[in-house]
């Protein structure tokens, strides 16, 4: 289940104008809704419900509707992310060649789980589904760079390339 | 472009572009081509650098009008990535590494001889002459249709395509062929959907009905983990689906078309934009196409994450801009489709195939493949095999072919065990049907199917049970949660799974899981559901001893279930230096006062009932070796 966070929202005057504007433009294309989430997670990096709720009120969708999109597609997020996301791919070739063990090295040297965050908010972690680079499995991206036919012992020297 | 002489004139000067990778000389303007793979693996690789640096050499040596750089789509060798092609001779470079590129530049280019340390190695003979790389064992087998132009041609030069006959197949129904003699072409070729149901494509441009507005879907959703064909031809190849989406649209009467591509694609969705930019720009797309009467355009729509998304009616919803749950079929989409109007949905591949099939004929596509299953396959070459990478096969290329051939065989001298394909969706070949010829019709004889062309290999090392359990879990995961028997069922098959591989299974959980399975499959509502069950239904077909061994001796024989291992320290091996001991996180193990012969320290022994399984001792012990785990 996602949940709101309770984290403070935190978007600025600029966010709000560059995100109605988009909106006032596009808001006859047919489905817009979607597109719409996409471009305010492209702004805020995460939707808040006062995220939501300016989208609702620009297009004239209901909040309930939009809060059933938001929730159903696994990329919009309710929370907010770390500095440093880090997603294991968990696709079936990164599984046959040890995704696991990658996942368990990673939570253990952050001390988090899955779609969790640390209390500093500095690194998020993540599971995605195949990211394409399938030749290179296991992969784990750190913020969009791949890194690519890891073992476990490769995280602590990845972790501590990005820890400051 | 205004006309169809106009799309000749720039195909005729833009042939000389690309005559060089053909092997014609004597036309060109660079005297070498350089080409790096671009496609998502070697740029997640970072072969970005290779160009960067590349650039850089070319302006060091003021070479700019001898060396073209040329950044392509995926070669489909990814596994040994990144990778670099010189013409005109068609060398060879794999893991080409940044430091490297100084010395292959003054040795090839500026020198006029590959360097043969770099060059990848079975495209050297016995004599170390460079061979062609369609002489390698991963090549000679393969047919490339649908990856013509990727790997040869530069995916963001409409010039480039154009010189590879581009849109001539566009050109070519436009003013040839009337849209019914269109839809018999792509019938007699026998073609058949690519996406994984493998719906004859023709029948369904047929069955489009009439109607004011119809609309063409590309389906680019590619959920099946660990498959990537369709991005790698949207990657290396984009002008390729616009030409076919506009020629599906001339063939049902459609103006609009629509992509869908996942979002976790970044890279295909950017070479697609530019190339429907240019497209348009060109006149390729819009109004009054080369001077016809005909009129389409194409806009890409953004998937957000949701497997059911490929499922053709979700999918239609989803491009509507609402939670992307699948309709109940009748009306098919044909009749009912986007925007509740008639609509022809097909999936990547199946596109990639059109415009090859109007310019050579529907005969010639026909000889390829076996009865029921024309043309090629590509696949997706993943998980324990040599040469991870993508292939295209004629159909009816026995497993045998694929795996120990063209694949290179299973690495570190590991057993072939299986075969997935089709993902969540498909099932598994074992090691004993490895001469089944790979094609519709067979794989459903075996239980199995298709799908749209992920191919895992799976060694001794792969717990057949924890698989099924792999997959169910990704189902679980994605089912809507509109119907109860994929919501609900997929957990409850889940769950007895869950149990067995922690030893608690017992023989009428196996009934009940056939049970359950078969349930599923008629009565849920769409594809997700009907077919969530198929691992589960393989692995019990051709594995079950080894869910027998989970349930009745309480043992993983392939060592993944963690609850079933049991780690063990040989006592005579072991020199008694207390390593393990001193990192168990339970505090497992103790020392004995057994000392074995010629060993100055009493070994140790670990206490099964303490034991957490986590391997930290095993760990611990890699130079002496005294532990293992069964
Ligand atoms: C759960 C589910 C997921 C699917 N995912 C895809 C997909 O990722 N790509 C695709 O082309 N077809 C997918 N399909 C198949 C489509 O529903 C559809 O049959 C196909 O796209 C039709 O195109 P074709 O006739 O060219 O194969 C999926 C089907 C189901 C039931
Ligand atoms: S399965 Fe991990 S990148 Fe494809």
Known sequence: MKKFSNIPFKGTPEQEAQLRDWLRQNRDMQGVAMPALQKAQEIYGYLPIEVQQIVADELDIPMSELYGISTFYAQFSLSPKGEKDISVCLGTACYVKGAGAIMDELSKELGIEADECTPDGKFSLSACRCIGACGLAPVITVNGEVYGRLVPEDIPGIIAKYRD | ?630
């Open chain 2, 1 to 630: 472009m205004k006309s169809i002489e106009e799309l000749n004139a720039l195909r005729r000067a833009s042939r000389k572009l690309v005559a060089l990778r053909d092997g014609i000389t004597g036309t060109e303007t660079y005297k070498y081509h350089i080409m790096v793979c671009g496609g998502t693996g070697c740029t997640s690789s970072n072969s970005e650098k290779l160009i960067e640096l590349l650039k850089a050499e070319v302006e060091a040596h003021g070479m700019q009008d001898i060396v073209k750089v040329v950044r392509t789509g995926c070669f489909g060798l990814c596994a040994l990535g990144r990778i670099m092609i010189v013409y005109p001779e068609g060398v060879f470079y794999s893991r080409v590494e940044p430091e490297h590129i100084h010395e292959i530049f003054e040795g090839h280019i500026v020198g006029g001889n590959p360097v043969k340390k770099y060059v990848y190695s079975e495209t050297l003979d016995e004599d170390g002459n460079v061979k062609p790389l369609t002489e390698t064992d991963f090549y000679r087998k393969q047919v490339r249709v649908v990856l013509r132009n990727c790997g040869v041609i530069d995916p963001e030069s409409l010039e480039e395509y154009v010189a590879r006959d581009g849109y001539q197949a566009l050109a070519k129904c436009l003013s040839e062929y009337t849209p019914a003699q269109v839809v018999s072409i792509v019938s007699q070729s026998g073609l058949r959907g690519r996406g994984g149901a493998g719906f004859p494509t023709g029948k369904k441009w047929s069955f489009v009905a009439d109607g004011p507005k119809k609309y063409i879907v590309c389906n680019a959703d590619e959920g099946d983990p660990g498959a990537f064909m369709d991005r790698s031809v949207l990657e290396g190849d984009p002008h390729c689906i616009i030409e076919a989406m506009a020629i599906a649209g001339y063939a049902v009467g459609a103006d609009q078309g629509y992509v869908y591509v996942r979002a976790e694609y970044p890279i295909a969705v950017h070479r697609l934009r530019v190339a429907i930019d240019e497209a348009r720009r060109e006149g390729l797309l819009g109004r009054h196409i080369l001077g016809s009467d005909f009129s389409f355009d194409l806009d890409i729509r953004l998937g957000a994450g949701a497997f059911v998304c490929g499922e053709e009616t979700a999918l239609m919803t989803s491009i509507e801009g609402k939670r992307g749950e699948p309709r109940t079929r009748p009306p098919f989409p044909a009749v009912k489709g986007l925007f509740g109007c008639p609509t022809a949905e097909n999936n990547v591949e199946t596109l990639a195939n059109i415009p090859q099939i109007i310019l050579r004929g529907a005969d010639w596509f026909a000889e390829m493949g076996t009865e029921k299953s024309k043309g090629t396959k590509v696949f997706a070459l993943g998980g324990k095999i040599n040469h991870t990478g993508l292939v295209e096969i004629p159909m009816g290329t026995t497993l045998n072919e694929i795996v120990n051939e063209i694949g290179g065989g299973v690495p570190n001298g590991k057993k072939f065990k299986a075969a997935q394909t089709g993902g969540p969706s498909g099932g598994c070949i074992p090691a004993s049907l490895i001469d089944t010829q790979v094609d519709y019709d067979n794989l459903i004889s075996i239980g199995c199917m298709m799908g749209s062309g992920g191919l895992i290999i799976m060694d001794e090392d792969t717990c057949m049970v924890d698989m099924a359990k792999f997959f169910l879990e990704f189902t679980v995961d994605e089912s809507c949660g509109k119907c109860t028997p994929c919501r609900v069922g997929v957990r409850r098959l889940l769950e007895k799974l869950d149990k067995i591989t922690e030893g608690k299974g017992t023989l009428e959980d196996l009934d009940e899981l056939e049970y359950l399975c078969n349930y599923i499959k008629q009565n849920s509502l769409c594809g997700l559901g009907q077919t969530a069950p198929n691992p589960v239904l393989a692995t019990l077909r051709f594995f079950r001893d080894e869910y027998l061994a989970h349930i009745v001796n309480k043992k993983c024989p392939a060592g993944v279930c963690k609850a079933l291992l049991s780690y063990t320290i040989d006592k005579d091996k072991c020199i008694g230096c207390g390593l393990c001991a001193k990192n168990c996180p339970a505090e497992a193990i103790v020392r004995t006062d057994y000392t074995a012969p010629g060993h100055k320290l009493a070994s140790f022994e670990i206490l099964s009932e303490k034991c957490v399984k986590c391997g930290v001792c095993m760990d611990n012990c890699k130079k002496i070796k005294a532990i293992s785990k069964r």
